[in-house]
């Protein structure tokens, strides 16, 4: 066990991770799942509240980190969602082809090791054109930012359990045989903007 990675990054995610912009932004893309949903790393459970009850039959929740769970298992007390927790990382997903009418990742993919590997794991479990939503941190357009995130990348990636400020979420999801249907992007938060450039949207399988 490792005390930084099961207790002080679970507390750091808990307490830092969900200010009011992220929030809002969650209370309006979370809704849009559906059916059998898997979410990529749902951290301390801070979509939990956001996800319709009356239209999520079940939510598979996979997380690698105990710590997580831990924190996550008290959010699910505050729904009615039938939760199944999955300790895998999301490289390894224990679900059918096929399987799932929906997807769910909010600052996973920019922490992902494996994100090729993962993203094509997400396609394989979804249905044909299912969706996938996404909320994630990434390389920012303007250079100066860029420059500042490049710097930053290796303390974050330390600091917060492999983040990685420099992917570009649209182009990773697109290379992995989805379209995007939907797509924002601006800088959010109270955090620098090296810290805090978001895209937020959905994509489909081309299946």
């Not at 929906?102 to 299912?130: H, M, W, Y």
């Amino acid at each position: 066990m490792s005390l930084y990675r099961d207790h002080v990054y679970p507390y750091l995610v808990d307490n830092l991770g969900d200010p009011p912009p992220i929030k809002a932004i969650r209370q309006q893309i979370v809704a849009l799942a559906q059916g059998e949903v898997l979410e990529i790393g749902p951290g301390s459970g801070a979509n939990f509240i956001h996800y319709d009850v009356t239209k999520v039959t079940r939510l598979y929740a996979l997380e690698p980190n105990p710590g997580m769970i831990a924190r996550a298992k008290k959010q699910e007390e505050k729904t009615r969602l039938d939760i199944k927790y999955i300790d895998l990382p999301s490289e390894r997903i224990p679900l059918d082809n096929n399987s799932i009418d929906t997807v769910v990742s909010t600052f996973t993919l920019c922490t992902i090791t494996g994100i090729e590997q993962a993203i094509q794991e997400i396609d394989r479990v979804l249905k044909p054109n299912a969706s996938f939503i996404f909320f994630e941190l990434g390389l920012a357009p303007d250079l100066p930012i860029q420059r500042w995130q490049k710097r930053l990348e290796p303390l974050c990636r330390r600091l917060f359990q492999g983040l990685y400020l420099t992917r570009s979420i649209p182009s990773l999801i697109t290379q992995g045989d989805f379209q995007i249907t939907q797509i924002k992007a601006d800088y959010l938060a109270q955090f620098p903007k090296s810290l805090s450039y978001c895209w937020w949207g959905m994509a489909v399988t081309k299946k």
